[in-house]
């Protein structure tokens, strides 16, 4: 069974004594996700393990979508329910926000596995479409919500476009609030074959803007050779900040019934969910850091010159690994301030 994304959806960490990075510890697990496998080591092929540090504890990631499974078993008790622009009708509309969700923190699934996620539903289930209006409330939501957790690092990921036209002047405004208070906005490129200088919101000033890449044999027999390749389909162009996997990829969902199960998903919400978990695992040990600081660490830290046809020269493939992946593998790691 396979899933595709919706395309069409439109501060202080603490007081002064506070450290600047707290030592988190290296974890290694065998996994089933190539997504997960490949954002941990530099080239292929893939060797079905996942390696990070850290685990995204005491961080908040706000999910805007059309609701998530809170009872999925990859996201079961770490789902908050938050804002719900439409309280008139089901808290879920489909299964896109739990799979977005479970790319950023799932158990098995997620780059974070410990990060708590909040609910925070923008999407009107009678027409599966967001509005701006209810992104902006949510925005104010979270912005509340923010202050009354303050010692919790926190992300809002945007998995949706607006507008193929241009900026959306609110748009902008609300990742500009949220940049405001100390929180990085991690946005979906959109699943479109053009600039994504032209897609809304992944063109707001400051935002972290995600597309989608893929594994693809090419060449026959002895030479053929498994390459990283941007996702046909995926937006391209200078605003691109980073890859990550999209294509095919192994995330939670849910049946017919509406009971838990998982399913392959294409699209750069997926990618945009992985880069928010990873975002959520520098945060973790960086608890002052500043959105440009993550996002300074996470371009620093790409693999850079390894997707084939990018059409986004300057974006490099997510990395999670190692810092320096020929040394002997460390038990703990301090990661350094930027």
């Known amino acids: 069974m396979s899933g595709r994304d919706a395309p ?3 501060a202080s960490a603490g007081a ?4 600047t990075t707290i030592t988190t510890a290296w974890s290694e697990a065998r996994t089933v996700s190539f997504a997960l496998d490949r954002i941990d080591q530099r080239s292929l092929p893939l060797d079905r393990t996942y390696r ?8 908040t990631v706000y999910v ?6 809170a009872s999925h078993p990859e996201l079961e008790g770490r789902v908050r329910r938050g804002f ?5 009708e089901d808290q879920l509309c489909n299964a896109h926000g739990t799979a977005v969700a479970g790319a950023v923190a799932g158990t098995t699934l997620g780059v974070a596995p410990a990060v708590e996620i909040v609910d925070v539903k923008m999407v009107e289930c009678r027409r599966m479409r967001g509005s701006i209006e209810a992104i902006v409330r949510g925005v104010s939501w979270v912005l509340e919500d923010r202050a009354q957790h303050p ?4 992300i809002a990921n945007w998995s949706f476009i607006a507008d193929t036209t241009g900026n959306i002047a609110a748009l902008d405004t609300a990742a500009q609030r949220l940049l405001d208070a100390g929180i990085p906005v991690v946005v979906s ?11 809304s919101p992944g063109n707001a000033p400051g935002v972290i803007t995600v597309g989608s890449s893929r594994l693809r044999t090419i060449g026959d027999g002895a030479h053929a050779m498994l390459v990283d390749q941007r996702t046909p389909g995926t937006a391209f162009g200078p605003c691109i900040g980073i890859f990550a996997p999209g294509d095919s990829v192994l995330l939670p969902s849910m049946d017919f019934r509406r009971l838990p199960t998982e399913q392959l998903w294409t699209g750069t919400s997926m990618a945009a969910g992985y880069v928010s978990g990873a975002a959520a695992l520098y945060l973790e040990a960086h608890p002052l850091a500043t959105p440009d600081a993550v996002w300074r660490d996470l371009k620093r830290s790409a693999s850079t010159g390894i997707v084939v046809d990018p059409r986004s020269p300057a974006a490099g493939m997510l990395y999670v690994g190692p810092v320096d992946a020929g040394a002997s593998t460390p038990t703990v790691a301090s990661h350094t301030q930027p």
């Open 52 to 59: 990070h540090f850290g685990s995204g504890r005491d961080v």
């Open 189 to 199: 490129a959109g699943n479109l074959e053009m600039d994504a200088c032209r897609v």
């Open 16 to 19: 002064s004594l506070a450290p």
């Open 151 to 154: 010692h919790h690092r926190a």
């Open 64 to 69: 805007f979508d059309g609701g998530i499974m």
């Open 8 to 10: 069409g959806l439109v």
């Open 84 to 88: 719900n622009a439409f309280p008139n």
